[in-house]
């Protein structure tokens, strides 16, 4: 950045951490951005007349009379039709080394959609895996995250959902993203002939961490832009939220913050909720669907990020190899949409709803029939049934390679139900059951 | 004149001011950025400077900014016309602010200052009143609302004169007071209250003795909430906390509901906005909307205003309650006032407790709770609040800070369990771990003994030992096998299923099931109780838990129809004939 005319120029710095730098300056504005050398910093704590400044790329190589220039204003993004089919870094930068595009300057980590202004999600997002579609229906305006293991292919079936979803644009916010993985999504988008409805905000493994806490805020007001001015479906794509979170416990630790459960900022529930609220049903017909990656450690769901996140989305899809069919399905008991109840039976057909959990209820028999067989234990025949129709469960349904639409998912199930069980087994409602069941 | 202040600096939503006079703690103040003029609340004074809280986001603010001390603390404004409005944390109506988004500095006012009310006096002059007192009273929805001499009037005070009966503007004066010394009080329908602080105009606050009505068969029936008591509901994410919450506020017993989201999801308000106005309240025959406010300070709306919001509504709460209402106030969640009570402290350098929260957590929480209850007005009607709370404790652990502190302060726990929740078994409520402290009331015994039916408390404890019983067969199944106990094991467990699926277990998605009255909860329980207390003559397990299961079959189709409908009693002969069908000779 060229510095302007009559811009003060520091030479001056009292302090440097690992990630902040110390200076005295007058007329500084809270969040403001300053240029330091050549990278960016923003104003995270001022005290009289002592500024304290977050340096994104990290104070390596910083000597005590490098140039600080403040810019006057937080950080923006300029918005425009422009955006679409575009690649930027953290700063809204274009990667590929083209031209900056030209549109309005917005201020990232705008205001809050007012609550009472908001319509009830009521859109289906189909993506047609039974996993999601049937058990854990997603409606347009959610939040909804991936809890998967590092080794998951939760990036392939992100990439999946989103090419599938018809959305009119998909952002991607791209953290600590690996640069096959960043290919890899920037080759699929590219083979779906979907290049021109995506715009991409990537911040990869060989970038500075601390530059990640900008990825969401400039995905999120791309998004706004298309949705808010546009009426737009916007489908917001945002891997990997647990580095996102690293990045701000490093932050927080270097601002001498005490720390809460897991080393995490006690802030954290609250800047979550900041990013994942975002997701919104627009009076104008536009709407933001925010789909996360959150990695887990082990599976384990208590960590803070996970926790916190469980929280604050409307629900959680989890991968599993299931070991029965060696394929990956997306987990009946652990996963979750909150948001299903607003269209399952009512956008789709009238026994969605029971026969959902009747499989799910089935489903678990199985697994206690399993336990009992590993244990030892001589199955009864119900035990055998249900084990068998856990195996076509899971096969001809929950695998995420399988792409069928609603209603044949259901026919599906039914057949499943017809096929092991009695109908006093399947319980479901009497005149659900005599209109449905597969003689 | 105001004590004035400027900005010295800035630390993310705290903000240390600079004053030239006399400033308290909690007092709220204004901060100037620009031409935004955003609230803050002091929350720690050191020598010539104070510590703010703004409760909205700093950013662009500069040192040297203005700052305006007010000379009070945070106040609700107490008034007709209070219900069916959505508020934010700061008693802001969010129906009234203009445009898509709330900008930094947004006030709108809480009432219709310009609307008419009808106002009927119900005091007369020479009659001596004090704090509290009803007035008159105006027609609110359909809710008498009693105005009042205000709160904070000490003292006695003898009536000089009251309006006619007739059409008056809240800020018109209906009634003229005067104390000892013949000062003179004009007394308006709208009156401000420091929402920190408890209203104690009452003369008693007795043991709470009734039991209020939610619908809910785990709760009525197996944990009943008393009115006037308290209760609370941790559980991990996903347990279904709010879907149980948002069925209480349809169908519970109240007179008026306040609902605070505080630090939630913004589409679960939306949820209430959508069907609240719609839905009809079967009781009484009006809109739930009407008997509805809300107090909405979600995720994304700034964190300071989060801890107001929670007593911005139990003051409102109380308001109500001084007119001799059943109040229910809810708020989904309290860990989330907690974590921003952690946010403050570490932004001002306190020492924490544990996992980082205030050491004075434990005293906050049950200050809080202490508010609710039920009391004698001075004129003898009673009023109640009643307070449910939900906890969301990190990792679904039931030993951290807030669900602990929050269990020495409420009197009914309704633990929700992953376990359950997993297995779709809802209300994930634990039947086991979850208790009413209120069973143990003689009061609500007797209350009980009267209103559904003579021993009922034992009732309930048979059930819990039906459900206790199943477990621990359970246990003994999985341990030894299904062929390694005997069958009578499998009737033990299959009784406390068949109590689960059928009373505990509840669909709040189906219109008939979702809302169950006390006197079909009897009825079901009765009959349920009594399968449970026979002895059948199973041959092998498989018979056995085929047995049951086309019971529990049944029963859940009974649960499905309209109550004594001609299906609903088909299905009870049915159940009655498979019962004989297997009777021990």
Known sequence: ?439 | MKTLGRVNGIISNIVIAKVDGPVGQNEICHVYCGDIRMMAEVIKVIGDEAYVQVYDSTRGLKIGDKVEFEGHMLEATLAPGLLSRNYDGLQNDLEKMDGLFINRGSITDPIDFDAKWDFKPLAKAGDKVSAGDWLGEVKEQWVMHKIMVPFIMQGNYTVKSVVAAGEYKVTDTIAVVVDADNNEYNITMVQKWPVKQAIRCFSEKPRPSRVMETGVRAIDTFNPLAEGGTGFIPGPFGAGKTVLQHAISKQAEADVIIIVACGERANEVVEIFAEFPELVDPRTGHKLMERTIIICNTSNMPVAAREASVYTGMTIGEYYRSMGLKVLVMADSTSRWAQALREMSNRLEELPGQDAFPMDLSAVISNFYSRAGLVKLNNGEVGSVTFLGTVSPAGGNLKEPVTESTKKAARCFYALSQGRADSKRYPAIDPLESYSKYLEYPEVRSYLDEHIEKNWVDAVYAGKTVMQRGKEANDQINIVGDDGVPVEYHERFWKSELLDSVILQQDAFDDIDANCPIERQKMMYNMVLDICGKSFDLENFEVCSSFFKQLIYTFRQMNYSEWKSEQFESFRAQIEELVNSKLAK
């Open chain 1, 1 to 439: 950045m060229t510095t302007r005319a009559f811009q003060k120029v520091y030479t001056k710095i009292d302090n440097i951490t690992k990630a902040t730098i110390t200076l005295r300056a007058t007329g500084v504005g809270n969040d403001e951005l300053a240029t330091v050398g050549d990278r960016l910093a923003q104003v995270v704590k001022i005290m009289g007349d002592k500024v304290t400044l977050q340096v994104f790329a990290g104070t390596e190589g910083l000597t005590t009379d490098t140039e600080v220039v403040f810019h006057g204003a937080p950080p923006m993004l300029r918005v425009s039709d422009a955006l679409a089919g575009r690649f930027f870094n953290a700063y809204g930068e274009p990667l590929e080394g083209g031209e900056m595009i030209e549109g309005e300057a917005r201020e990232i980590g705008g205001p809050t959609v007012n609550p009472y202004r908001r319509l009830q999600p009521s859109e289906l997002i189909a993506t047609g895996i039974a996993g999601i579609d049937l058990n854990n229906t997603i409606v347009s305006g959610q939040k909804i995250p991936f809890f998967a293991d590092p080794d998951q292919p939760y990036n392939v079936v992100m990439a999946d959902v989103a090419l599938r979803a018809k959305a009119d644009k998909i952002i991607l916010g791209g953290m600590g993203l690996t640069n096959d993985d960043f290919l890899y999504f920037k080759q699929i988008f590219e083979n779906a002939g979907a290049l021109d409805r995506i715009v991409s905000f990537v911040n990869t493994t060989d970038n500075p961490p601390v530059e990640r806490l900008l990825v969401p805020d400039m995905a999120l007001t791309a998004a706004e832009y298309f949705a808010v001015d546009k009426g737009e479906k916007v489908l917001v794509l945002l891997t990997d939220m647990t580095l996102y979170a690293d990045a701000l416990a490093i932050v927080s630790n270097r601002m001498d913050q005490i720390p809460s459960k897991d080393s995490m900022p006690g802030s954290l529930y609250s800047d979550l909720a900041k990013i994942y609220e975002k997701a919104v049903q627009l009076p104008n017909g536009g709407s933001i669907t925010i789909i996360a990656v959150t990695t887990l450690s082990g599976g384990d769901i208590t960590h803070a990020i996970p926790d916190n996140t469980g929280y604050i989305t409307e629900g959680q899809l989890f991968l599993r190899n299931d070991t029965d069919t060696g394929k990956v399905i997306v987990d009946p008991f652990r996963s979750l949409s909150r948001l299903k109840q607003l269209v399952i039976g009512k956008k789709t057909r009238e026994d969605h709803p029971q026969v959902m959990n009747a499989c799910v209820r089935l489903y678990a028999d199985a697994a206690n029939a399993k336990t009992k067989q590993e244990n030892g234990f001589d199955l009864s025949d119900y035990d055998e049934r249900a084990l068998n129709f856990a195996r076509d469960y899971s096969e001809k349904l929950l695998s995420i390679d399988v792409n069928i639409e609603i209603e044949q998912m259901l026919d599906i199930a039914w057949t499943l139900f017809a096929k092991y069980f009695s109908k006093g087994e399947v319980s479901i409602k009497q005149e659900l059951a005599e209109k449905y069941w597969k003689a």
